[in-house]
């Protein structure tokens, strides 16, 4: 076997535990809180949720498993760390075009991501103040915006929405917080982010959680979430959701598991950590929604609200429920620690990959991507209001009424992320050294090996390749 020579510099996690959390944190985010809710509301709950756990299972984590491989294999930036592993197996190094688009694709992603966070950031604003003023009435556990009434809560969001300045101005806040985090490294700033936010965030998940089962109508979640409607589960549109929503929860799609792979130790058990971070990941998605649905039903609000139910729905039935304001805020908080957790991973990848080439400062660089990224981001700060009638890709089929928010969250999440995943999966199963990818799974005298093979070699490209297809063009399949 080649083995690989760390790069000069090369920063590494303090603990097998550290790089775990890390990994969790970066997967954990608006992707479990916003939009896997969002998404099984609005294709059906419980088959979206069977199909969900089906692709983490099945194609989810031994990607995972591949990226992370890479990564540690490489010890580099994304980009290096695949085309390395490429020129070790006598591969042209184009097949480091999975990480550059990978890079590209979180690179977008995180210019809307910061958007969405900003709107977290909103929230605890205004829940915030409403807690001021529960407690200075003396009424501490009151309902959420109790001297609102209902439709002026819900009236929160599309007034956000129609205000860019209040927009601009949260997600500068939540940019300039990632960018310092990134700056300031992977061990003094992402390790440190993510030992100390991610557990208060399983802390206020529980709480807020318990909270739902006892104050809410949480049989009705149950059965939402977990009664399959077989006929609905093999829509494509629900198959094509699932896979997108799968590679967006896990951080997959060659970027942010590759360079945090990059700093795990030779003494991480990859295919035992990849497990691990898949099954994090999913149980916070069921937990949150069994934490988000028991509310909205309790009140009698429906599930399929989509993208506004995290921020029109939830904050109205916290209006009516006991402690509503405490526990609005809590929720708010916990969002936006799962937020940051992850758009840290995000930037880490094109900042490791810019440190690299241009031998700059890594706070050098952080910034000069933060500034960016904002800046990218604006445009999806205008198409909610100013531009709010730009349909930039109405050329694409599925994209005919997409503004540019869409447009960034539809090009990354149902084609760029899918399409690194798959250059990921034939590269790992069919073209990487096999000795070299076998020593670094963890995996060497385990029956999971020829399984994690299969999966990867033939199940990952052809499922993959098949969901790419038939999101991109449905008509052929009508
Ligand atoms: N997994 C993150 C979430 O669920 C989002 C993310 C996607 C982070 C891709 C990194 C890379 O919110």
């Known amino acids: 076997m080649v083995a690989s020579i760390p790069a000069p510099g090369q920063a590494h996690w303090s603990s097998k535990a550290a790089f775990v959390l890390a990994a969790v944190g970066s997967a954990v985010g608006l992707g479990n809180l916003w939009r896997f809710p969002a998404e099984a509301g609005a294709n059906g709950g419980g088959a979206f949720v069977l199909i969900y756990i089906i692709c983490v299972a099945l194609i989810g984590a031994p990607l995972l498993l591949a990226e992370t491989l890479i990564g540690r294999h490489g010890q580099r930036s994304t980009v290096a760390s695949a085309a390395l592993m490429a020129r070790q197996s006598n591969a042209s190094s184009a097949w480091a075009s999975l990480a550059v688009v990978g890079m590209i694709a979180n690179y977008l992603i995180l210019t809307f991501y910061s958007v969405v966070a900003g709107w977290v950031l909103y929230f605890i604003w205004t829940s915030g103040s409403d807690v001021l003023r529960t407690m200075a009435a003396g009424q501490p556990f009151a309902g959420a915006y109790a001297n609102l009434s209902v439709e002026q809560v819900r009236q929160q969001m599309p007034d956000l929405f129609s205000d860019p300045v209040k927009m601009s101005i949260a997600h500068f806040v939540f940019a300039a917080t990632t960018t310092f985090v990134v700056a300031r490294g992977v061990k003094g700033g992402i390790e440190v982010a993510a030992t100390w936010l991610m557990p208060a965030f399983f802390v206020l998940l529980l709480g807020i959680t318990i909270y739902a089962g006892i104050s809410g109508d949480f049989s009705a979640a149950v059965a939402f979430l977990f009664t399959p409607d077989f006929a609905r589960a093999l829509e494509p549109q629900v198959l094509n959701s699932a896979l997108g929503q799968a590679f967006f929860s896990l951080s997959l799609g060659g ?10 130790s030779r003494d991480t058990n990859l295919g035992q950590t990849s497990g691990m971070i898949s099954a994090a990941d999913t149980g916070v998605a069921i937990i949150a929604g069994l934490a988000i649905f028991p509310i909205v039903f309790s009140v009698g609000l429906t ?40 758009s840290v991973s995000l930037l880490e990848i094109s900042t490791a990959y810019f440190v690299e080439r241009l031998r700059l400062s890594r706070g050098v660089v952080a910034s000069l991507l933060g500034a960016s990224f904002f800046l990218i981001g604006m445009v999806s700060v205008l198409s909610f209001n100013v531009w709010a009638d730009h349909r930039p890709l109405a050329f694409l089929p599925g994209f005919e009424n997409a503004n540019w928010f869409d447009a960034f969250d539809g090009v990354t999440g149902r ?22 990818v076998d020593d670094e799974t963890g995996l060497q005298r385990s029956p999971l090996l020829p399984l994690w093979r299969f999966l990867i070699a033939w199940l990952c490209p052809i499922a993959v390749f098949l969901i790419l297809l038939f999101g991109l063009f449905p008509q052929l399949i009508r």
């Open 255 to 264: 970027g942010a598991m590759i360079a945090y792979g990059a700093y795990a």
């Open 415 to 436: 084609i760029l992320l899918p399409l690194s995943g798959l250059i990921t999966a034939v590269f790992i199963g069919w073209i990487a050294d096999r000795k070299l």
């Open 303 to 342: 599930p399929d609200a989509g993208p506004t139910l995290m921020f029109q729905t939830l904050p109205a039935a916290f209006h009516s429920m006991p402690a509503g304001a405490l526990v609005a805020l809590a929720f708010f908080v916990l969002a936006l620690f799962a937020a940051l957790t992850s």
